[in-house]
């Protein structure tokens, strides 16, 4: 079994930073691409970042410059550093990701969500 447990997020003000995690545990043979995906009432969900197991992000064009994702493999754990935080960045952020189990299967693994509000 595989888990995703988040950790972060919470009531911030414009130009103010939090950083979230996201670490993954259970029968895991490997990670290959974790990532942070949004969703704000009343519209889809979207990619935020993303990381694969080598590096080279990728960020939406709305964060770019504001929010880095890291990871660390050792620990199996994504990181989302958001600074420089707009209103309208205030969603729920789910973490994800791509691996491969210890009995082979390959699937899409989701953390619990986590509420960040970007409010005065």
């Known amino acids: 079994q595989v888990q995703l447990v988040q950790s972060g997020g919470g009531l911030v003000q414009p130009g103010g930073s939090l950083r979230l995690s996201c670490a993954a545990s259970g029968s895991i043979f490997s990670i290959y691409v974790m990532g942070w995906y949004r969703q704000a009432p009343g519209k889809q969900r979207e990619l935020v970042a993303r990381i694969g197991s080598g590096g080279n992000p990728t960020y939406a064009d709305s964060v770019k410059g504001r929010f880095t994702i890291s990871r660390d493999n050792a620990k199996n754990t994504v990181y989302l550093q958001m600074n420089s935080l707009k209103p309208e960045d205030t969603a729920v952020y789910s973490c994800?990701?791509?691996?491969?189990?210890?009995?082979?299967?390959?699937?899409?693994?989701w953390g619990q969500g986590t509420q960040v509000t970007v409010s005065s």
């Open positions: 994800n990701a791509d691996l491969m189990t210890m009995t082979s299967v390959r699937y899409d693994y």
